[in-house]
């Protein structure tokens, strides 16, 4: 890492070791200890979070009931202040050797202004480069520290020189410079007088071969980080290729050293400590002389006793040999006596066991080595059966003798066939037995299953028999055949097989065929059934179903035995019949049923198909299943397309909430019939008004009768268009609500009218009477003349008024746009209005003195905006001050009269520009309720906008936006 004017020129490690955000604590923690890293770095996507380490780790595992499964984002402290290295920017290297010291780590991010990980610093690197930058900027030290600085070297140094000077070791600093050129540095001038080894090794280091080696071996150290060991020798001069006993010999240990700060031109630094062992070299060449010796006596002795080991080895591999025979053939004969299936022993004359085979242990759960010289008696110690008997044999002097004897061995009794046999001239005997407790169980078991059978073949209403396939004799019958047929079971034995045959009904036997041919076909398992008549002793047919399966089989395959049942169906053949004709007349109704439903859905169809009104069946789900054609005139769909689409999917969306409501009280059974009238979309787009009368239809059929499939419930719907009804409704509805508006304009226009004439009235009145009963004087007389024409002024303003919103409502009000300077209009107007009603009050305004041309009416103009700043003046207080404002807007011109007055309530905005509306806070101010109203009327005729911005008690103001 090179750095310069703050700047990293080259990035150490551009893929330093990071994890994700979402990696869980577990994988954090197995990453640091399966790479060997004490910290790495959390990126919260493309940006550095902070760092993890072992610290952390170990902090958040002590305790028991940390989560391993919880993400880095939720431990990462976004807090805790993360020491980093930003991107041209000059590292604080005293701030970073500090954090470095609290928490040790391998390295420190390098990250841009973003916070982006760009790479990381080596730990290392960062020492390196921080603590000689502190020297470097560290203020001066005075004369006094210096002093003692130096005075503390000089000690140090004199006792470095005592130290070496007592050490019999060689001591070296060696280094290696970029060049590659070796140094070899000394503890002090005086140390190779008081050493003189330390010339000779000094001068080895530069002459071969001990230059390379002793390089080699710096390198080495280097490599290993660690202290190494290595010996070599160093010859006289005089004697070059001396022995190795003439040489001196050192052992070294190199040790690497850390690069000094200063010195950047080394790279590798070694501390070389060399010892003398050269008498302990020479002990080794002795002690090796004195060993080669001795292996030549032992070894001549070892030749001596080889001769008389291989001697003995002859004779021992001989006995082995035999002994081995004899092993196998003793393991050849266990071998057999455990293959044996049954029990063995061995019994000598001491009437004593002299062995067993594993058998017979195991009947005792023990091992045959625990039977060798015990009392026949063993284990029970109990007299059985079977040491009785084997002792009886030995005193007897017969040499062979059998029985079947009982032995009990905890809840069983075993049944075995022992056999006897003596040899060795009578001493000793063998005893074999042989378990048959199986084939007791068998011929018990089998007396019974016969025993059981009999008992099923009597308690069996069916004939159930046994014959010979090819003598067709008859080995079994049963007692059934009597009822059955009138015959004993001997008769029938007697008379065989083929004289049943013979009592078949003729029209039967063609079917029946040869019995013996069919049962050679017959596969194994496979049955062969038959339905026939056959003729009894009371020369009644009797209806039979028999099925015969072959039983056993000869050497060739061929059909040994057969055994059959015999069932009687007479009732079951008879009831066939009944039910047959019962079917024929059934299927007659049914076609006769059919042709009447036919000819009733043809009158429903076409009944269906000719309504005028829409009429569907809907299920459940809201699905059309069935519709007219004169719904899909309605809706302007084809029955297919309709099919596809739901009620609910056709319905208007704000009509949608009121439909579901409806679907749900019919199908919870509210109302057994609901009306609804809601809006369609038509195919083409449009709306159309429905009124939809739905009723449930469930199936009362399934009720009663439970194997008749239940038909689902479903909706009938009719359907009729009520679009021009509901036109015409709302055309009523207009026209009321235009004669409601009406009359509510005429009851305010006389309200106004009788209030606001009844004012200017009374005056002229009052002035008339005056000037006719008083003898005024001129100048009196002109003031009661100025009071009556500014009442007959008010009176004229107020029909005009009047006239203008008649005419704008009508649609006659004349406008007449031209070109004019509406900078220039404003002033003149607002100078007037200043002079007029404005006088005695703070009016002011901000015109642009640039020209700017309008085209629109000058007449309705002075009428827009006189109304603005009357109404301004009229309802602000005296004190408050009107402030106008004209502006241009891109390619519109804004006219803002402003005022601090009363303002409008929030209830009374929607109905401002009403005529005769007049706010609920007015008060006595009088007024018409006109102005706002023909402003908008004007503006409107202009293309033009109003905005009112009004809060009550703080004022109001009121923008005309003008096209250009």
Not at 634 to 651: D, F, V
Not at 678 to 702: C, M, Q, Y
């Amino acid at each position: 890492m090179a750095i310069f004017d703050g700047q990293f020129e080259e990035i150490g490690d551009r893929e330093p070791p990071i994890l994700s955000a979402e990696v869980s604590l577990g994988e954090a923690v197995s990453t640091l200890i399966d790479q060997n890293l004490a910290n790495l770095f959390v990126l919260e996507g493309d940006r550095f979070l902070g760092s993890f380490s072992q610290q952390d780790a170990l902090r958040l595992l002590r305790d028991p009931d940390c989560d391993r499964s919880q993400p880095l984002a939720a431990i990462i402290d976004r807090n805790r202040e993360e020491p980093y290295l930003q991107q041209n920017c000059p590292p604080n290297w005293q701030y970073l050797l500090g954090q470095l010291q609290q928490r040790p780590s391998d390295s420190l991010p390098i990250l841009d202004e973003q916070r982006h990980l760009l790479g990381s610093l080596a730990s290392t690197e960062i020492i390196c480069q921080g603590y000689p930058a502190q020297i470097h900027y560290r203020d001066p030290l005075t004369v006094e520290e210096q002093q003692l600085l130096q005075q503390k070297l000089i000690s140090s140094y004199s006792k470095l020189q005592m130290l070496l000077s007592t050490m019999p070791d060689i001591v070296l600093e060696i280094s290696i410079h970029d060049d590659e050129n070796l140094h070899v540095g000394l503890p002090s001038q005086d140390y190779s007088r008081m050493n003189p080894d330390v010339n000779e090794t000094i001068a080895a280091f530069f002459e071969p071969p001990y230059d390379e080696a002793f390089f080699g071996q710096i390198e080495r150290a280097w490599r290993q980080g660690s202290t190494i060991r290595y010996e070599y020798q160093l010859s006289p001069p005089s004697q070059p290729e001396s022995s190795s006993l003439n040489g001196k010999w050192f052992e070294a240990r190199i040790s690497p050293l850390p690069r000094p700060m200063f010195a950047r031109e080394i790279t590798m630094s070694a501390l070389w400590v060399a010892r003398d062992i050269t008498a302990r070299k020479r002990a080794e060449a002795i002690l090796q002389d004195n060993t080669r010796e001795l292996e030549e006596r032992v070894e001549a002795r070892t030749s001596q006793l080889r001769h008389i080991n291989e001697m003995l080895r002859a004779s021992i591999r001989t006995r082995q040999e035999a002994q081995e025979g004899l092993q196998q053939t003793s393991d050849r004969l266990r071998a057999i006596l455990n293959a044996i299936p049954g029990i063995v022993c061995w019994i000598g004359e001491d009437e004593r066991y002299q062995g067993v085979n594993s058998n017979f242990a195991n009947l005792y759960r023990l091992s045959p080595e625990d039977f060798l010289g015990q009392d026949l008696n063993f284990p029970t110690y109990q007299p059985h059966q079977f040491a009785e008997f084997m002792r009886e044999f030995m005193r007897e002097e017969v040499m062979t003798a059998g029985q079947i004897i009982t032995i009990e061995i905890e809840d069983l009794s075993l049944q075995y066939l022992v056999v006897a046999q003596k040899y060795d001239s009578g001493r000793a005997a063998i005893g074999i037995g042989i378990d048959i407790t199986q084939r007791q169980q068998f011929e018990i078991a089998l007396l019974e299953q016969q025993r059981l059978f009999q008992q099923i073949a009597d308690a069996s209403p069916d004939i159930l028999y046994v014959y010979q396939a090819r003598s067709w004799e008859i080995i079994y019958i049963n007692r059934q055949v009597e009822t059955l047929l009138g015959h004993t079971p001997t008769t029938i034995a007697e008379l065989g097989h083929p004289s049943l045959c013979e009592g078949i009904h003729p029209e039967d036997v063609p079917q029946v065929g040869t019995p013996g041919d069919r049962l050679e076909q017959l596969k194994a398992g496979e049955l062969l059934e038959s339905e026939y008549r056959l003729r009894g002793m009371d020369n009644q047919w009797h209806w039979i179903h028999s099925r015969e399966i072959v039983l056993s089989r000869d050497g060739n395959g061929n059909p040994e035995k057969i055994v059959g049942i015999v069932q009687d169906v007479s009732d079951r053949k008879q009831a066939e019949i009944a039910l047959r004709q019962l079917n024929q007349e059934l299927e007659t109704k049914v076609a006769q049923r059919t042709i009447a439903l036919q000819r009733s859905e043809l009158r429903f169809r076409s009944l269906f198909e000719q309504m005028a009104v829409g009429v569907a069946q809907v299920n459940l789900d809201g699905r059309w299943e069935f519709v007219n054609q004169k719904l899909c005139d309605i809706l302007g769909y084809n029955p297919e397309q309709l099919s596809q689409r739901t009620c609910l999917e056709m319905t208007h969306p704000e009509d949608r909430a009121m439909s579901k409501q409806g679907r749900e009280d019919l199908l919870e059974g509210r109302y057994p019939t609901i009306t609804l009238e809601k809006r369609f979309l038509h195919a083409n787009g449009t709306e159309i008004w429905v009124s939809v009368t739905s009723s449930v239809v469930r199936d009362p059929s399934a009720e009663g009768a439970k194997d008749i499939p239940e038909v689902a419930p479903y909706v009938v719907s009719v359907i009729q268009d009520i679009t021009e009804r509901k036109r015409a409704e709302a055309e009523v509805i207009k026209a009321l609500q235009k004669e409601r508006e009406l009359i509510d304009l005429k009851s305010r226009f006389v309200s106004m009218t009788s209030h606001e004439f009844r004012t200017p009235l009374a005056v002229i009145k009052s002035c008339g009477q005056l000037l006719q009963r008083y003898d005024w004087t001129r100048s009196e007389q002109l003031e009661q003349l100025h009071d009556i024409q500014s009442a007959v002024s008010h009176m004229t303003e107020l029909l005009d008024d009047v006239l203008t919103l008649a005419k704008s409502e009508s649609g006659t009000l004349n406008f007449n746009p031209e070109p004019l300077d509406i900078c220039e209009f404003c002033n003149k107007l607002l100078r007037q209005l200043d002079t007029s009603i404005g006088r005695d009050r703070a009016l002011s305004w901000d015109i642009p003195e640039t020209p700017l041309i309008l085209k629109a009416d000058e007449k309705l103009l002075r009428q827009i905006f006189t109304n603005l700043v009357s109404n301004a003046l009229k309802y602000s207080p005296l004190d408050k001050p009107v402030h106008v404002e004209l502006l241009k807007c891109d390619h519109h011109i804004v006219y803002s009269v402003k005022d601090q007055g009363i303002g409008i309530p929030p209830e009374d905005l929607p109905r401002l520009f009403e005529s005769f509306h007049r706010a609920k806070n007015v008060g006595t101010v009088p007024g018409t309720g006109l102005g706002l109203a023909i402003v908008q009327r004007c503006v409107e005729l202009h293309r033009g906008t109003l905005e009112v911005q009004s809060h009550v008690g703080e004022g109001t103001q009121i923008s005309v936006r003008l096209p250009l």
